[in-house]
């Protein structure tokens, strides 16, 4: 079965700085589609901040099975209802990739319900990434670590709650270290943040970086569909307990009425 992902980009570097425009002339979020479009089970499109409901109305969402989110300069200009939109996908199981300085998008924190704050340094310096967790599917096809010459520092501690699992560490030239690759799951949906991806450096056009978003993608994509009764509360008569029981004492609610939320 094809996996139908969508890629967001903020799309506004690309716009206005002529050093990210030169390696992404036809934007990031186009880029990582393409890349996901060469492996013949997942069919990518793109999305971004300038389109109407940001690109993700309720019926493109609905239609996702796997969101990538790439956000820098603008986190704030991300309507709050969009936001709550993504959010209620991702606990019905749509999954969910979040991209390098997306760690502060409303959306990462919305879900993560921490700061998602860490250190950084910009001075393109070389990452290498060790794969800590070589059988994860995330990590299917890696060697022990990869290197990307040039990239943004980001160095802990990183304001996000314990993962499930940590599949990549960072190295950085100038001595820090980063859980680059970590995952959670939230309700029903699936979430991989993934650290690379500064935008003055081509780093979306590595081979072994689409590699892993090619595997972060079939990782996170949840075959079972939505589960849509997840946001259900209901409130369960007397007579369909399980075992037999007598309502006794006072209460503030009528048998079928709704709780308070």
């Given at each position: 079965?094809?996996?139908?992902?969508?890629?967001?980009?903020?799309?506004?570097?690309e716009?206005?700085?002529?050093?990210?425009?030169?390696i992404?002339?036809?934007?990031?979020?186009?880029?990582?589609?393409?890349a996901?479009?060469?492996?013949?089970?997942?069919?990518?499109?793109?999305a971004?901040?300038?389109?109407?409901?940001?690109?993700?109305s309720?019926?493109?969402?609905?239609?996702?099975?796997?969101?990538?989110?790439?956000?820098?300069?603008?986190?704030?200009?991300v309507?709050?209802?969009?936001?709550?939109?993504?959010?209620?996908?991702?606990?019905?199981?749509?999954g969910?990739?979040?991209?390098?300085?997306?760690?502060?998008?409303?959306?990462?924190?919305?879900?993560?319900?921490?700061?998602?704050?860490?250190?950084?340094?910009?001075?393109?310096?070389?990452?290498?990434?060790?794969?800590?967790?070589?059988?994860?599917?995330?990590a299917?096809?890696?060697?022990?670590?990869?290197?990307?010459?040039?990239?943004?520092?980001?160095?802990?501690?990183?304001?996000?709650?314990?993962?499930?699992?940590?599949?990549?560490i960072?190295?950085?030239?100038?001595?820090?270290?980063?859980?680059?690759?970590?995952?959670?799951?939230?309700?029903?949906?699936?979430i991989?943040?993934?650290?690379?991806?500064?935008?003055?450096?081509?780093?979306?056009?590595?081979?072994?970086?689409?590699?892993?978003?090619?595997?972060?993608?079939?990782?996170?994509?949840?075959?079972?569909?939505?589960?849509?009764?997840?946001?259900?509360?209901?409130?369960?008569?007397?007579?369909?307990?399980?075992?037999?029981?007598?309502e006794r004492?006072?209460?503030?609610?009528?048998?079928?009425?709704?709780?308070?939320?």
């Open positions: 079965m094809t996996i139908r992902a969508v890629v967001w980009g903020e799309n506004i570097h716009q206005t700085n002529k050093v990210v425009a030169e992404y002339p036809e934007g990031m979020h186009n880029t990582i589609a393409k996901l479009n060469a492996d013949a089970g997942i069919e990518a499109t793109a971004t901040l300038q389109e109407p409901e940001h690109g993700l309720e019926a493109r969402l609905k239609d996702t099975d796997v969101l990538l989110w790439w956000g820098h300069k603008d986190h704030g200009a309507k709050d209802e969009v936001v709550e939109r993504v959010a209620k996908r991702v606990w019905e199981g749509m969910l990739i979040v991209l390098h300085s997306g760690h502060f998008s409303k959306v990462f924190k919305r879900l993560m319900g921490t700061p998602c704050a860490l250190k950084w340094r910009e001075a393109g310096e070389r990452e290498r990434l060790w794969v800590i967790n070589p059988r994860h599917p995330i299917a096809g890696l060697g022990e670590h990869f290197e990307l010459e040039n990239e943004e520092m980001y160095g802990e501690q990183f304001s996000v709650p314990e993962p499930l699992e940590t599949v990549f960072s190295w950085f030239q100038g001595g820090e270290v980063f859980r680059s690759g970590m995952t959670w799951r939230r309700g029903a949906g699936n991989f943040y993934f650290r690379p991806g500064h935008e003055t450096y081509p780093t979306y056009h590595n081979g072994t970086v689409q590699k892993v978003l090619i595997n972060s993608v079939k990782w996170a994509y949840n075959p079972l569909g939505t589960q849509a009764s997840i946001h259900d509360a209901p409130n369960v008569p007397v007579e369909k307990a399980l075992e037999p029981i007598v004492g006072p209460k503030l609610h009528q048998a079928g009425e709704a709780g308070y939320r």
